[in-house]
């Protein structure tokens, strides 16, 4: 396959596929490729058996992850909070218990984006089957190259690194505003849920991507050409993981969700045939 440069490319897609509706009509349209997703996936018993797996043993080792930090997230607050150590019992209970909704967000939010990348990492082949499936049902994968699955795996294990990387950066910021009163836990979970979202979305659609010779740079321009979208689903995504068990039930119909996603950001068919 002959790859253009990323520029050219970029603009030749998007201006072909750029949406003329307005922003809240494409974040939803977007939240929709889940539930898209969803009924493709519970329409292949064998597929939801594949997908759950890898899902499943990540979800257990998360889970407990993250009732360990529920567990000590008293004595993190106090740990991160010494300078309200002389202050009187009522403002420095207010204090750690702000810090500690802090924390647990902070843990949420690297929790869920981690557990994408390392289950997408260890379910690689079981993901790549659902993928191509849905999209044979969608008209096939047109300019598909033929990539080794250890050329695969080691791509998607250095995309998300940097994923999560980034991430995490992102995520400090935020936990720091996480400390101001009411803006902490009104205006900081939803740009967390609109940061996740985005790198979930970012995430998913590496297997249509990758199948088609394109990398991390290319798939999160296209992605920005239609931005609303990518968070729709990507939130939708997100607000999902954090149900108990959604990560494990959902994250199969999120790869075909991502795939939909894929396909409309490059200006292909999504609809079955």
Excluded at 24 to 35: D, W
Excluded at 56 to 78: H, Q
Excluded at 182 to 187: A, D, E, F, S, W
Excluded at 192 to 198: E, I, L, N, P, T
């Amino acid at each position: 396959m002959r790859r253009q440069p990323l520029g050219s490319a970029v603009v030749d897609v998007t201006s072909m596929a750029r949406p003329v509706t307005g922003a809240a009509t494409r974040f939803f349209s977007g939240a929709g490729l889940l539930l898209r997703g969803i009924g493709l996936y519970v329409r292949s018993p064998k597929l939801m058996l594949l997908g759950i797996l890898p899902a499943l043993i990540c979800g257990a080792v998360f889970l407990a992850a993250f009732a360990l930090l529920a567990w000590f997230v008293d004595d993190l607050a106090a740990l991160v909070t010494p300078f309200a150590d002389d202050w009187s019992a009522t403002w420095r209970s207010l204090l750690r218990v702000v810090a500690g909704l802090a924390i647990l967000g902070l843990g949420g939010l690297l929790g869920v984006v981690t557990f994408t990348a390392v289950t997408l990492v260890i379910g690689d082949p079981f993901y790549e089957t659902i993928s191509e499936r849905v999209e044979e049902r969608l008209g096939g994968t047109p300019d598909a190259v033929d990539v080794p699955f250890w050329s695969s795996l080691r791509r998607s294990l250095a995309d998300s690194v940097r994923l999560v990387a980034l991430s995490a950066l992102v995520a400090i910021p935020l936990f720091f505003a996480g400390l101001i009163p009411v803006v902490g836990q009104t205006v900081v979970p939803v740009i967390g849920a609109a940061v996740g979202g985005w790198f979930l979305a970012v995430e998913l659609v590496g297997a249509p991507f990758y199948r088609r010779g394109m990398r991390l740079p290319e798939r999160r321009a296209l992605l920005r050409a239609d931005r609303p979208t990518a968070l729709g689903f990507g939130v939708a995504v997100f607000v999902c993981f954090l149900i108990p068990l959604g990560a494990v039930l959902v994250m199969p119909a999120a790869v075909a969700g991502a795939t939909l996603l894929a396909r409309r950001s490059l200006g292909q068919s999504v609809e079955e045939r």
